[in-house]
């Protein structure tokens, strides 16, 4: 980071200042005076106080924090703009980012109310540091935090989620939800409690969560909030069915790949509303074992871009993504989702950073494939060991190990099919399992329908 000439005399009284704060024994009225006595001291001290917000020191983070969250009108606005700069260095690092994020959300609306004792507002041809929303609303962001968050020690993890909890905006509710995707008690009790800062219902698929969890204390905390948020006026009855709100940008594409053996099919959703602007999300569902194997995505892309990505994720995938609706493309995700929560398994922590460019389905949907499918010749529940020793989904048809290992012809031609070493289709005919050759299927195609 380059650091532009300071008078030094001011950097050290202002670090002076600093450590003179004991956020222990101090009142709201004596920091809010050292705060003061800093303004006093004019711009210079002030964008000193900010430009050193990251050193580090021990608590060196609270006191800034402190001191920066006294401030108004002029002030706030000096701080709003060497913050913003800090913000913009690229040494930065993920939850530095997400801290200073929140305080910069502060300033801001301080900076445009008029200050304490009446002074003028903005500081003279100062435009108000516009609040980098795209970082609020980046999903690989919201990764990179979860990810550095895990590597802090419980006390850090601590620090970097109460700024968050303490300024109840929706906004970081995102980054929430990443916390509590680490699954560790002492920060679901957090968040169970701080939950109860943010009077909205984006909370309520968060809380239902955390009511679900093993630890009794985080649900004992999230039924307390629950309470919480109801006596601020929240319709709380929905919590049991809610779902995170989708991303407001619309759809400009949904793709699918057509479902393996074992059916499991990746899923493309891409939102966009503005050139440069196309994210996407891919989610690989199985509806055999895990509902959710895998997602992943990528923002910030242009048309041309994403296109580009397209072929090399088909390459990636070994197959072509094809067009599906996007409300079947929705609800295959939503089941997907749906059918891993009922057999407990984890999201993966991709897929809840990624779920809110999937969207939901906006009607039911027939699917193209059965999810928990039982074999359509014996009724045994198809599991992931079938499908590993040639068992069979296709469609809506199943087919166990057992079953799939007799022996079979062309239900058209009589050709013997081998289940694994051949190609060829599926139908269900009379509670059967018929395989027709690839031949024959083709052969039919311009004949009859399907
Ligand atoms: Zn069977
Ligand atoms: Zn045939």
């Known amino acids: 980071m380059t650091k532009p000439p300071e008078e030094p005399s001011i950097g050290r009284q202002v670090d002076q200042f600093v450590a003179a704060l004991d956020l222990e024994g101090a009142s709201n009225e004596d920091i809010a005076a050292l705060a003061e ?36 009108g002029e002030g706030a606005s000096w701080a709003l703009a060497t913050l913003g700069e800090v913000l913009g260095s690229r ?15 502060r300033l801001e609306e301080a900076a445009a109310s008029p200050a304490r004792g009446g002074a003028g507002s903005r500081a003279a041809g100062e435009e108000p540091g516009e609040l980098p929303d795209g970082l609020l609303a980046d999903e690989t962001e919201w990764l990179l935090w979860r990810e550095e968050l895990e590597t802090l020690t419980p006390a850090e993890q601590e620090m970097a989620l109460a700024p968050i909890l303490e300024g109840g905006d929706a906004r970081f509710l995102p980054l929430l939800e990443m916390a509590m995707s680490l699954r560790q008690p ?53 919590v049991f069915v809610a779902s995170v709100e989708e991303s407001d940008e619309p759809v ?16 493309l959703i891409a939102r966009g509303n503005a050139p440069g602007r196309v994210r996407y999300a891919v989610v690989v569902i199985d509806p055999v074992e895990g509902g959710i194997v895998r997602a992943w995505g990528e923002s910030g892309l242009t048309e041309a ?39 407990g398994r984890e999201l993966p922590a991709e897929y809840v950073a990624w779920r809110r460019c999937v969207g939901k389905p906006g009607a039911p949907a027939e699917l193209p494939v059965a999810f928990a499918p039982s074999c359509s010749e014996c009724g045994k529940r198809v599991r992931g060991g079938d499908i590993a020793r040639g068992g069979l989904v296709v469609g809506r048809v199943a087919l166990c190990a057992r079953c799939a290992e007799k022996p079979r012809g062309c239900a058209v031609c009589g050709r013997a099919l081998h289940h694994i070493f051949d190609d060829f289709f599926v139908r269900e005919a009379g509670g059967r399992v018929q395989f027709v050759c690839l031949r ?11």
Not at 91 to 105: F, K
Not at 440 to 450: D, E, I, L, M, T
């Open 305 to 343: 871009e994403f296109r580009e990505h397209l072929v090399g994720l088909g390459n990636q995938v070994g197959q072509d993504f094809l067009p599906l609706d996007v409300n079947t493309a929705q609800a295959l995700v939503a089941e997907a989702e749906e059918y891993a929560c009922r057999q």
């Open 186 to 238: 002492s920060l679901d009790v957090a968040v169970a409690s701080g939950l109860a800062r943010f009077p909205t219902p984006a909370t309520l698929p968060l809380l239902r969560e955390l009511l679900r969890r093993a630890d009794p204390l985080v649900r004992k905390r999230a039924r307390e909030t629950l309470l919480a948020l109801e006596r601020q006026g929240v319709e709380t009855r929905e």
């Open 37 to 72: 006595q800093l303004v006093g001291m004019g711009r210079e001290a002030v964008e000193g106080l900010a430009r050193g917000a990251l050193r580090p020191g021990p608590s060196r983070r609270e006191q800034v924090a402190a001191l920066l969250a006294c401030l108004e």
């Open 440 to 450: 024959c299927a083709r052969g039919r195609q311009g004949k009859s329908s399907p």
């Open 252 to 267: 400009v594409a949904a793709l699918a790949t057509r479902p393996d053996r074992g059916g499991q099919m990746a899923v």
């Open 91 to 105: 040494s930065v690092s993920p939850t530095e980012r997400v801290w200073l994020l929140t305080i910069l959300r």
